[in-house]
């Protein structure tokens, strides 16, 4: 009994480390593609840059003007208040659709096609169709919208309809992923639950209720947190179609972001910028993954 | 409460799946057994409800249900997969039928659930939901989901497949004490030939979607009217040998023995023999004798199946009492008493022994 139980211990002593030679491309590349040019970003954000050969160090003066900055706070309420209502209108609606979608026979290819086409339409393209889409003289959403009695819609002029707007082409652009997300989840519930839930007499509620929706909560925390962080840092299709505009109304942290750094070229303060609203999207992301993952426990 | 299928054709793909099924089920328990692709699961769907017969009428009590849906009828159904609501606890789980029936007010309900949890062994485990139970248990609860509401017709469609052999065992126990005094027709479909025999209830036997035979298992066991009833009810299979007539004999690989009754001479035949009837040792006179090949020999606890090769082509399976050590590629002989030898036409009828020699099969 001894030789048996002491041999595994020996074993573990000598330890075979070759393994980490498969790692080290990994490292590399990953050292390359993000440490090393996030590490830049940290040397910029603790360095006051006149040129490349004159800086001085001031330590965490950058964080502290930027966090105390009151375009960049109400920059930071505004995205979060454009994620919290892209997760609002985007997770229903595409788990709405979703279920609506046929299970069977010819229309499930058709439906799907359809439902994904917004997903294979590049970012900044989607910008310049929504961009003329909405606009009241040429474009026929904003002119449909304006023959309503009593509206007056204009994105170029009225905060509103401007957030109105990118709120609207967001949801349009991405509730098909979500869709898509929850059709592959429901599509893997056996039959005969469905079948179970007939003989029940169940209401197509309670069937989505007590059959579909728990089985929707593992796509739903993945799409939860891809809207989330896309959200977040959108930036594309709000540059292209308000430009942050009118005023700040739809003036997104990433877009703040871009003209201090690009615009203003202020490296020192769009540094400390970076680090922290990439701190806070992994923090968040943290805290829905746990929150949702043990919820469901 | 009384189930009839009239005529019912299932038709899929260009395929039939159901043809001409003509059942009449009365209250209590029947056994629908047939083999993997038989049509029990198309028979039990039509039954309940589920999807509707190309042609042919569904009738409970009388009363024509064919185009009634599975929603306003008085039916339960067990899978083959444990399917149960994974977001309710084992309670609301039992509940969920009852509610939904006007019949039950709410102490009722409460009653009901504890008195079926009580009876599947379920009391302790009323809290939990189902991904936090085994799979006999999640069956369990299946089950007891079904029986919660007294229904007209309960289809219970393979239930024990999934389970471990213990537990099948000892569900198989329960359920026909359950199922005994029920007052609804209760349909149990199994693949398992065995589950048919121990439940002893009116069988019927399905195959490539035709009813093949309806009666007692035992009886249809020992005189079988049919090859396919009898490939039915064979575990392990029935062992089939080719057989010709001459002059009232049947010549079977070398061996040959009176044929039961008079057939023509020159017809083939099938020989059904039943693996516990082969033997390695010279029993009566007259015994029918192959020399074989050993190919190899599966030892199980309490017996040894050997497989052996007649004339290098024809299998035979024996099923020996005991443990016993074989070497494949050796040489055997194999014995069987032609009492014991089933004969069926080209047709897949069996041809009876003449008068009353019918030797009782059963042994």
Same mark, same amino acid.
């Given at each position: 009994m001894t030789e048996v139980g002491e041999e595994p211990r020996a074993d573990l002593k000598r330890r075979n480390n070759r393994a980490w030679w498969l790692v080290l491309p990994v490292v590399v590349s990953v050292a390359f593609t993000a440490v090393i040019p996030l590490m830049t970003v940290v040397n910029f954000s603790v360095q006051d840059v006149f040129t490349p050969s004159d800086r001085i160090f001031v330590g965490l003066e950058w964080f502290r003007s930027i966090t105390r900055d009151p375009e960049v706070r109400s920059a930071f309420v505004r995205t979060l208040l454009f994620s919290a209502q892209v997760l609002l209108l985007e997770i229903p609606l595409g788990v709405a659709l979703a279920v609506c979608?046929?299970?069977? &026979?010819?229309?499930v290819s058709v439906a799907l096609v359809l439902v994904a086409l917004p997903l294979l339409i590049p970012w900044n393209v989607v910008g310049t169709i929504w961009q003329i889409f909405a606009r009241g003289d040429i474009g026929l959403g904003g002119w449909a919208v304006n023959h309503v009695p009593g509206v007056d819609f204009n994105y170029t002029l009225d905060s509103t309809d401007a957030w109105i707007t990118v709120l609207v082409m967001d949801v349009w652009h991405w509730t098909p992923l979500v869709a898509l997300l929850a059709y592959a989840g429901l599509r893997s519930i056996p039959e005969p639950y469905f079948q179970a839930a007939q003989i029940d007499a169940a209401s197509a509620w309670a069937t989505f209720r007590h059959i579909q929706l728990p089985r929707l909560r593992g796509v739903l925390t993945i799409a939860i947190l891809l809207r989330f962080m896309d959200s977040f840092m959108i930036y594309t299709e709000p540059f292209v179609v308000t430009g942050g505009g009118? &005023?700040?109304?739809?003036?997104?942290l990433s877009i703040l972001l871009s003209k201090i750094a690009v615009g203003q070229f202020d490296l020192g303060p769009a540094g400390a910028f970076s680090l922290l609203y990439f701190l806070f999207v992994q923090i968040l992301c943290y805290v829905f993954f746990t929150v949702l993952t043990r919820s469901g426990r | 409460m009384t189930l009839i299928l009239d005529g019912v054709f299932v038709r899929r793909r260009g395929e039939t799946w159901l043809d001409d099924v003509r059942l009449e089920l009365s209250n209590g328990m029947t056994t629908l057994v047939g083999p993997m692709t038989a049509g029990k699961t198309t028979l039990m769907r039509v039954a309940a409800g589920l999807s509707p017969p190309d042609s042919g009428r569904v009738m409970v009590d009388g009363k024509d249900v064919t185009s009634i849906s599975v929603r306003k009828r008085s039916v339960a159904f067990v899978y083959q997969q444990f399917i149960n609501?994974?977001?309710?606890?084992v309670y609301e789980n039992i509940a969920s039928p009852l509610r939904l029936d006007p019949g039950f007010r709410r102490d009722g309900i409460d009653r009901r659930v504890r008195e079926v949890a009580e009876l599947m062994g379920l009391a302790a485990l009323l809290g939990r939901r189902p991904a936090e139970l085994s799979g006999g248990q999640q069956q369990r609860t299946a089950i007891a989901r079904a029986l919660a509401r007294p229904v007209d017709v309960l289809l219970l469609d393979e239930p024990l497949a999934n389970l471990d052999f213990k537990l099948r065992e000892q569900l198989r126990a329960d359920l026909k004490a359950m199922f005994a005094d029920s007052s609804g027709v209760v349909l149990y479909a199994t693949a398992d030939p065995n589950e048919a025999l121990t439940f002893a209830a009116p069988t019927v036997v399905l195959g490539e979607g035709r009813v093949q035979h309806i009666g007692d298992a035992a009886e249809m066991y020992a005189r079988p009217p049919t090859l396919a009833v009898a490939a039915t009810l064979s575990d392990p299979p029935l062992n089939l040998l080719p057989g010709v007539v001459r002059d009232g004999r049947i010549e079977c690989l070398g061996a040959e023995f009176p044929a039961p009754r008079a057939h023509p001479s020159g017809r083939t035949v099938t020989l059904g023999v039943r693996p516990h009837q082969v033997r390695l040792e010279r029993g009566g006179p007259g015994a029918l004798e192959w020399p074989a090949e050993i190919r190899l020999a599966e030892v199980t606890g309490s017996a040894t199946f050997l497989h052996l090769l007649l004339r290098d082509q024809v299998h035979l399976v024996a099923h020996l009492p005991g443990t016993r050590q074989f070497t494949p590629g050796g040489s055997a002989v194999a014995y069987v008493d032609p009492a014991h030898v089933l004969v069926f036409d080209e047709d897949g009828a069996r041809l009876p022994a003449t008068g009353a020699a019918e030797v009782d099969l059963h042994g």
């Open positions: 979608m046929p299970r069977r &026979g010819v229309w009118p &005023g700040n109304a739809t003036s997104f | 609501y994974p977001s309710l606890t």
